[in-house]
T-cell receptor
C-alpha cells in the first residue's frame, strides 16, 4: 500500500513570495491533516479535512495560509505572502476516519520550507 | 488546554544501553497516549499506543505504560541499537471538543556503536 505522498520535498523562497505544497493521501482515507513542524518543536495542526470539508482550521493563519481539498482526495496548502517565521517542515497526514475514536494517522515525509 | 511535556534532548547512548524518555501530560477528559518516531528523512511513524489507564503499549522492544496517577507515559527500551537513532515524540488524543493530536517537542536519540 502506497503511503502519503508530498511534494516538493524541499523549497527555498524569499520572504513575501508565494509557495504551494501538495499532498496525496493514502487511497480511501477520508481525513487529511496539515501540520507545521518548526525546528525543535512538535508538529502543530494547521487544518483538518473530512472528505472535502474543513473540520478544524482554528490554528491556520488565515491571513496568509489557505488550503483546499478538491474532490476529497489530493490537497494543497498555500502560503501567500511568506514570512521568515514560516520556515518549517509541513507535514501531511491521513487517516481512515475523523470520528471521536482515534484512527491512526499516517504521515508523509514532509516538505521543508526555508524562507530567506 | 491539552499539553505534553517531554524530557529535553538530545540523548546520546552507547549500543545496548537502557533507554528512558520521560513524558508527562495535561489533558481534560481521558486521553489516548502515543509515541511516534521520526527517522532521518522520513515521516512520523506510530511506535506504540495506550488508550486507557494502566495499559502498556509495546513495539520493537519499546514499552510505555499509561500512568493516570502521575499523568505520565515514559518510553523505555532495555537495550538500544544504532538503528534506534531517531527523534521520538510523545502525543495525546482526546475525543472531546479538541479532537486532535497534541505533540510534545520531541527528543533526539543518538545511539553510538
Amino acid at each position: 500500500e502506497a503511503g502519503v505522498a508530498q511534494s516538493p520535498r524541499y523549497k527555498i523562497i524569499e520572504k513575501r513570495q508565494s509557495v504551494a505544497f501538495w499532498c496525496n493521501p493514502i487511497s480511501g482515507h477520508a481525513t487529511l491533516y496539515w501540520y507545521q513542524q518548526i525546528l525543535g518543536q512538535g508538529p502543530k495542526l494547521l487544518i483538518q479535512f473530512q472528505n472535502n470539508g474543513v473540520v478544524d482550521d482554528s490554528q491556520l493563519p488565515k491571513d496568509r495560509f489557505s488550503a483546499e481539498r478538491l474532490k476529497g482526495v489530493d490537497s494543497t496548502l498555500k502560503i501567500q505572502p511568506a514570512k521568515l517565521e514560516d520556515s518549517a517542515v509541513y507535514l501531511c497526514a491521513s487517516s481512515s476516519s475523523g470520528s471521536t475514536i482515534y484512527n491512526e494517522q499516517f504521515f508523509g515525509p514532509g516538505t521543508r520550507l526555508t524562507v530567506l | 488546554g491539552d499539553s505534553v511535556t517531554q524530557m529535553e534532548g538530545p540523548v546520546t547512548l552507547s549500543e545496548e544501553a537502557f533507554l528512558t524518555i520521560n513524558c508527562t501530560y495535561t489533558a481534560t477528559g481521558y486521553p489516548s497516549l502515543f509515541w511516534y518516531v521520526q527517522y532521518p528523512g522520513e515521516g512520523l511513524q506510530l511506535l506504540l499506543k495506550a488508550t486507557k489507564a494502566d495499559d502498556k503499549g509495546s513495539n520493537k522492544g519499546f514499552e510505555a505504560t499509561y500512568r493516570k496517577e502521575t499523568t505520565s507515559f515514559h518510553l523505555e527500551k532495555g537495550s538500544v541499537q544504532v538503528s534506534d537513532s531517531a527523534v521520538y515524540f510523545c502525543a495525546l488524543y482526546t475525543s472531546g471538543s479538541a479532537r486532535q493530536l497534541t505533540f510534545g517537542s520531541g527528543t533526539q536519540l543518538t545511539v553510538l556503536p
